[in-house]
Every structure is written in C-alpha cells, then in structure tokens.
C-alpha cells in the first residue's frame, strides 16, 4: 500500500501550466527518479512555495500519493540557482540544455536515479556559481550522464577493439576514438588537445579542461552534441541555443 506522505530531495526539471492557477510539476528526485506531481495554487502570488518549484531549483520537498498524480505539500530550498541561471542567457542555455538531457535520460516515473540525480545537482551548483565556463560544465555534464546511462565515450583507447591510443579519428556511432583499422570512411580527425579534453570532461578534470583553449572547446562540444544526439536518439533542442564563449 502506498504511503500516503513522502519527502525526498528534488531538482525541477520542467513545469506546465494546469488549470487557472496551477502547475504539473516534473522532478528528478534523489530516491524515486523522475515524479510528476501538481503544485496546487503555486501560479497565484501568494502562494506560499510558487517560487521554489522553477526549473533548475534544488528543494526538499514533501508529496501526499494520488491516485495519478501527486501532490505537492511543502517545499524547502536546498540550493537556489533558478535567478543566477536564469539571469545569464549563456548559464540559462547550458542549463536547459542539462534539464532535457536529464529528463531524456531518466524516461520513466519512480525509478530511482541516484547517479543522474547527483550529476545534475553538482553540475547546476557549479553553473549558477560560475565554477567553470558554462561551456565546459555541460559538456562535462553531458559526457558523465551519458557514460552512467551506459553510454561511455572512449577519448583514448579504440572504442571498438580496445587498441590503446591515443588515436587520431573519432566516429560517434563506435563510441569515440578508433584506430585506423576500425575507422569507418569519414571519420573527422580531431585535434590531439580536442581528445585531451574530452578526456578531463569526462574524468572530471577541470586544471586541465580550465587551460583549454577556444579552438579546442568548440571542436569537443561539436563531438559532444553529436555523441548526445545519436544515443539519446533525439536531437536535444535545447542545444541549438546554446550560446558557446
């Protein structure tokens, strides 16, 4: 039997609006994955926590069981990165981005999700405090969702055969690097420093994706919306209006 009031901590993913004052809210919580649940009266001013249930907010929030939809009771702030993200159209863009990724990658409802969960809420903290460029943050967001998703990209080693690398040709539909005997008819050959990006994107080393130059970023994030594209088998819309420093 279900319970009827449980808590759990949340990311809101995205919002629509239900009736004249309400809003169906989707969340990627920490215990169940993905919930949808009503935000009763949350569109009206006074409303008491309208405010903390905004795309990109981080909350704790508590939900009474319904019979198709929960419901919202209470919610708390954990982490506020609505306005910060949301006053910066290049922090705004790169978050997006990660919310549809997000949402793509846990498609269904009361699963849990911990992995994704703790990636996003990392990757939204560094972004609405600037802890790299919002670049940088969401292809590195992008490279680990999809690795924990089961979608790894090899930047070294053949993603093939396994041959060590480093190699010099990148196919997306083989996983990243190849060597030349798997590398399919035109296969882009990507800077030797686009790889050693890829690689700390993917590891999570920022001395080394910090010290990257432009040229290099705009190489890897090509890859990166390509690699998104084929395994999420849609294209993230959200990608087209990404603004890239």
């Known amino acids: 039997m279900a319970v009827p009031l449980y808590r759990d901590d949340a990311i809101v993913l995205r919002t629509q609006k ?34 903390r249930l905004e795309p990109f907010m ?10 198709t939809l929960d419901t919202v009771t209470q919610a708390e702030t954990i ?17 997006t981005a990660m919310l549809e990724a997000a949402d793509r990658l846990v498609s269904h409802e009361d699963e849990p999700a911990v992995q994704q969960y703790w990636l996003l809420a990392g990757a939204l903290r560094a972004l609405a405090e600037r802890h790299h460029v919002a670049g940088l943050v969401l292809d590195s967001y992008l490279l680990r969702a999809l690795a924990v998703a089961g979608w790894a990209l090899s ?16 196919n997306v539909s083989h996983g990243g690097a190849v060597c030349t005997r798997c590398r399919p008819p035109g296969s882009p050959s990507p800077a030797p420093e686009t790889f050693v990006l890829l690689a700390a994107l993917l590891a999570g080393d ?8 432009a040229r290099h970023r705009n ?21 087209r209006m990404v603004e890239r420093s």
């Open 79 to 95: 982490g506020a990165y609505a306005r910060p993200i949301c006053e910066d159209y290049e922090l705004y863009t790169a978050g």
């Open 58 to 67: 981080s909350v704790d929030v508590q939900f009474h069981t319904g019979r």
């Open 18 to 51: 239900l009736g004249e004052a309400d809003r169906i809210v989707t969340f990627l919580t920490r215990e169940r994955g993905k919930v949808r649940a009503v935000g009763r009266g949350v569109r009206r001013t006074s409303s008491r926590f309208g405010a």
């Open 219 to 239: 190489e890897a994030s090509g890859l990166v919306a390509a690699y998104s594209q084929y395994y999420l088998e849609r294209t993230l819309r959200s990608l």
């Open 155 to 170: 930047a070294l080693d053949c993603a093939r055969c396994g041959e060590p690398g480093p190699h010099t040709a990148f």
């Open 206 to 213: 920022w001395t080394t994706a910090d010290a990257s130059t």
